[in-house]
């Protein structure tokens, strides 16, 4: 039975490494996070996803799951550690690699002859050959007698367990016997999805290229929103009626483009190509615009000094994740230029970002003016008290 290592047991890895359990192996998730480590072995889990402490209770049942602080010697590595951006002294915005770089140390150090190490963690082009050049290094084995490949993650929150199992995966390596060999390992987990082998670069490639489409393709929207703004018409109705086009798919505008997928993974191209990826740093720029536009546009509505409503904090409806957050953006712009902020987000108990949360029902019955940031389950319910005051709707869900 083959041993497979998670380097990394956070919102990827630790569904990865219960899964891989659950599918015949033996797991050890390792992680530097001593606290994460002791919660996990007593088989308790530390995030929030459906599903996932029953299936935990189950492969810690099994004796084939342990998690460790401490790397371990094994047949196979999957680093799953995060990939943030950073902005340098320079003003450009660029990956920052380094949780990779020290996954990649210590897979080097108990790595042996033979081994495979896999990069999940969503990464700028010739990473996969990076992970290869550091476990070379640390582990004194030469490139050609182990194997590395990219297998990028491509599930949602929400639906992990569902999605691992069933999407379909990439799996590319500079070395296709190397590829070969770790659709292999995955094929007792990818239940109902194909896996595809490539080549590392286009592995690599691949998943920034999925989320770069979408994020050009809500700056599409988001511009759009705008034009719609000066025609006085509906942008969701026209994007609706453009979409009966058989070959047209127009996403919808929002307050901006959060979480820490799709307005991070463009600059992982960008930042390699600069000077030819002009419209992939336009539509970043499009995004992250978009909550000063929507601040200037409800002063025409309501001048500073008013109480506002901001109806949904977190990155995207349904979700209590506040990872850069364009919602969170625009109240501090909207506190800054001198507005009383009332953050209206229910899918988080506590304060949020620095406000004090409040309850739908208290934030309409305090604020002159709503701006519906998120088109969340409980808002899309209480249309009608959202409609006791004017409000400035970002996301369509008063329609
Ligand atoms: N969360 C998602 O929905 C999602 C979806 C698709 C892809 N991804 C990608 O998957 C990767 C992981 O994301 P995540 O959300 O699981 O991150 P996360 O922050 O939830 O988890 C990362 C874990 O790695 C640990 N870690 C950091 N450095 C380490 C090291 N050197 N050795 C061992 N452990 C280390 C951290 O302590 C943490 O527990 C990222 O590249 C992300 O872009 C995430």
Not at 22 to 27: D, F, H, K, R
Not at 129 to 148: D, K
Not at 168 to 174: A, F, Q, Y
Request: proline share 6%.
């Amino acid at each position: 039975m083959k041993k497979i290592e998670i380097m990394g047991c956070g919102y990827i890895g630790l569904p990865t490494a219960i899964t891989f359990t659950l599918a015949g192996y033996e797991v050890c998730g390792f992680d530097i996070q001593e606290s994460v480590v002791k919660t996990l072995n007593e088989g308790k889990i530390h995030i929030v996803e459906p599903g996932l402490q029953e299936a935990m209770d189950q492969a810690m049942a099994t004796g084939r799951l342990h998690f460790t602080a401490k790397p371990e010697p094994a047949d196979v590595f999957i680093i799953a550690v995060q990939t943030p951006h950073r902005d340098t002294p320079e003003g450009k915005r660029v990956s920052d690699m380094k949780y990779v770089e020290s996954a990649a140390r210590s897979v080097g150090q108990v790595i042996r002859p033979g081994g495979l190490c896999v990069l999940e963690s969503t990464s700028p082009p010739y990473s996969t050959r990076l992970v290869e050049s550091i476990v070379s290094e640390v582990s004194g084995i030469p490139a050609e007698n182990f194997m590395t490949a990219h297998c990028p993650e491509r599930i949602i929150p929400g639906r992990m367990l569902i999605e691992l199992r069933e999407n379909d995966r990439i799996i590319g390596s500079n070395r296709p016997e190397s590829a070969e060999y770790a659709k292999e390992i995955y094929t007792p987990v990818v239940t109902k999805g194909t896996i595809r082998t490539t080549d590392d670069l286009t592995a690599e490639m691949c998943k920034l290229t999925e989320n770069t489409f979408r994020d050009i393709n809500i700056a599409y929207a988001n511009e759009l929103s705008k034009v719609c703004d000066r025609l006085g018409i509906d942008v969701f109705n026209l994007i609706q009626l453009a979409n009966c086009h058989p070959r047209v798919n127009v996403h919808t505008p929002g307050v901006g483009v959060g979480g820490h997928c799709i307005a991070v993974d463009p600059w992982f191209i960008h930042e390699k190509f600069e000077d030819i990826t002009p419209l992939i740093y336009e539509a970043r720029v499009i995004n992250d615009g978009k909550p000063a536009w929507v601040a200037d546009r409800i002063e025409k509505d309501v001048a500073p000094g008013a109480k506002v409503a901001v109806l949904g904090m977190s990155f995207k409806a349904n979700i209590d994740d506040i990872r850069e957050s364009p919602s969170v953006e625009f109240a501090n712009i909207l506190q800054q230029r001198g507005y009383e902020v009332l953050a209206c987000e229910p899918y988080i108990s506590h304060e949020v970002a620095g406000f004090a949360n409040h309850s739908l029902e208290d934030a309409m019955a305090q604020c002159d003016y709503a701006v519906i940031t998120l088109a969340h389950n409980e808002f899309k319910e209480k249309k009608d008290l959202i409609a006791t005051k004017p409000y400035y709707d970002c996301v369509g869900l008063m329609r």
